[in-house]
């Protein structure tokens, strides 16, 4: 059960995370356009689960619904880092042990508060950087790309570029009519021979 404007619009905004290369992301999907999410999700979990990665539904805002994709054992991970986890403690995220914790208080923040801007956190943006977001009310940053930057300009821009080129590389195998399953496939096998 694929979708191709689903696993296009996946592939599109979610490369890093499905290269291995960041923790998670977020990708908004219109209802009307793709009709049957909740079983292309289950479908999509069941291939994921072999690379760490899950997707899930985070919020229904109107006519679209938010899509979270994350790897599950480095976005736990980062979460409970010294300073992350101390910076969500601050925002309410208390005594919580498991992934599943942190992500139904996130969904719970969202569906009765709007956006949070902690969700920087759960999406592996630099501390520094959320931080500045927060204090800064998303003004008087250095740079806008993938996040608004307030700290190291010189690794952002260069995570920036590498983002850029995993999208242009997994967006060409869609493109000529490869599955995500099979670049997934592919990517594992050459990763673990280059190991």
């Avoid at 539904?57 to 994350?70: A, D, N, T």
């Avoid at 910076?87 to 969202?110: A, F, V, W």
């Avoid at 931080?131 to 260069?158: H, M, Q, T």
């Amino acid at each position: 059960m694929t979708d191709s404007k689903f696993e296009k619009t996946l592939a599109y905004f979610c490369s890093p995370v499905l290269l291995n290369r960041k923790v998670s992301n977020l990708v908004s999907v219109s209802k009307n356009e793709i009709t049957n999410i909740d079983l292309i999700i289950r479908h999509y979990n069941k291939i994921f689960k072999e690379y760490d990665l899950k997707m899930e539904s985070i919020c229904e805002c109107g006519g679209r619904i938010l899509v979270f994709v994350y790897k599950r054992s480095q976005l736990l991970s980062y979460l409970k880092s010294k300073g992350v986890n101390e910076k969500l403690n601050e925002m309410g995220y208390l005594h919580l042990e498991t992934l599943d914790e942190y992500i139904e208080m996130l969904r719970e923040k969202i569906k009765n508060d709007g956006f949070p801007h902690e969700i920087g956190f759960f999406l592996g943006y630099p501390i520094k950087d959320v931080i500045g977001f927060i204090e800064n009310n998303g003004r008087d940053y250095k740079y806008c790309g993938y996040w608004k930057v307030y700290s190291d300009l010189k690794r952002a821009k260069a995570m920036f570029t590498l983002y850029d080129s995993l999208r242009e590389f997994i967006m060409k195998k869609i493109n000529l009519g490869d599955s995500l399953e099979n670049i997934l496939i592919t990517f594992q096998k050459e990763a673990s021979n280059i190991a």
